[in-house]
């Protein structure tokens, strides 16, 4: 879905992990490729996170923020028939309270993906419905009982896009940057946030990641509005690169709006 | 393990989930209970500090930090037989190139825990060995045919004892907090750095989770050296809590060695 929002003519290639994705892009097999980073719920996709910290050629170049939409769907039109509801158990978890409310009774079926739901709500018949998105609707030739049942609406999904080239400035930009220090940071982090802080430069977002070789060892990723072009994320970029350790700049893109 | 390490006498009481353990103490039915919530490859259990931000009456009194040790158990003692290697999916990915170098031969089998590894290799004989650590080999009579096979050796996992009481200062102390901000961070981040930075107090880790109310809405959850009864931490925290919007202090507790 974050694809057809971003550009809706492009041939999709599925993969079967996210570290294949990557390394499509890298061996320039393919374009670009599509990575979930955060989730406004589940917080950061660690997995991409650490993949991210390893690539040579990978660029960002887009970024796409997703709502989590979860719709009930089933072969029937009678939602007064319905007994069971499948779906994948995060998906359940976040329709809970939607469930306890207007379907007390109901019987909620954990099953291992959004679309193997979709599949046995389409063998089994009218008692039974799915929860999945618009797409799986259309895709399994199931109907729509009910629209936006989930119990956050602000459970949203960030994805990237990744290629091999830089983006141009467009004015509305951020640029995502991830760092270490030589050793423990007794001011070290305060002393790149200073950068910022004092250019006015706001930031998006700041994580930490593990370093992998022992407790107390962190790689921080940072997102900050700003293209790598404009004057002062140079001024910015380059004292930063010079109280770090490891510093890499994954990419400027333009700034996504929540679709 | 880490239990034993901290109280070897104590009553041990399993339970099914981490809320569990935090139910447990916060309604007064257990004195402690014990949480893993870090790991220096894997990083934040993101589950555990979900659940520490809605605690009420939990104290984090002590942290102990374990590394992460691997050993080849078997009912007989002869490697040359061995032709299958049983457990928990990341216990064989943290072995995996000792096994490429020195057993190229042997087929890796996952199973659900390390404990399930243990069990089947207790019934299939000299031809099976289980990944698992020494209390394992002790508790299902299996011998070590061969100890520290994880492929880092700096792997760390990092638990805490939480229960009601606040602990006195060592000396040698860490604090945990955690906070959030009004708005989104221009240099409110920085902000808080400073009170450290400026009274030299040293950070020994910071991590973002999501708010769960939109993206780019975080609490920030960081650990540093001193004790809430030292006067400089009383001045950081009198201030940082005037900056922030949720405060929350999750306790004071003697630094942990590594084991």
């Given at each position: 879905m974050a694809v057809i929002q971003y550009a809706p003519d492009v041939e999709l290639i599925p993969t079967k992990s996210m570290r294949k994705i990557i390394t499509l892009v890298e061996e320039e097999k393919i374009e670009q490729g599509i990575l979930p980073?955060?989730?406004?719920?589940?917080?950061?996709v660690t997995e991409v996170m650490d993949l991210l910290i390893k690539?040579?050629?990978?660029?960002?170049q887009r970024e796409i923020i997703l709502p989590v939409r979860h719709n009930l769907l089933s072969?029937?039109?009678?939602?007064?028939?319905?007994?069971y509801i499948l779906s994948h158990p995060q998906a359940l978890e976040q329709t809970r309270e939607y469930f306890i409310k207007n379907y007390p009774g109901i019987e909620l079926i954990p099953t291992e993906s959004t679309s193997r739901a979709c599949e046995i709500v389409k063998q089994k018949g009218e008692e039974y419905a799915a929860i999945a998105n618009e797409w799986a609707a259309k895709n399994n030739g199931l109907?729509?009982?009910?629209?936006?049942?989930?119990?956050?609406?602000?459970?949203q999904t960030r994805f990237l896009i990744i290629g091999r080239n830089h983006e141009k400035p467009t004015g509305k930009d951020k640029t995502s940057i991830a760092f270490s220090f030589h050793n423990d940071f007794p001011g070290s982090l305060y002393m790149v946030l200073k950068e910022f802080a004092e250019r006015e430069v706001n930031l998006t977002r700041i994580e930490s990641r593990p370093a992998?070789?022992?407790?107390g060892k962190y790689i921080f990723y940072i997102d900050f509005i700003?293209?790598?072009?404009d004057n002062h994320v140079k001024e910015i970029l380059e004292n930063v690169e010079k109280i770090t350790n490891r510093f890499k700049i994954f990419g400027s893109y333009p700034m996504g709006k929540i679709e």
């Open positions: 980073i955060e989730n406004s719920t589940e917080g950061a690539t040579k050629k990978s660029k960002i072969t029937g039109d009678d939602i007064s028939k319905l007994k109907k729509i009982l009910d629209k936006n049942i989930q119990d956050n609406f602000y459970n992998k070789s022992e407790m700003g293209h790598i072009e």
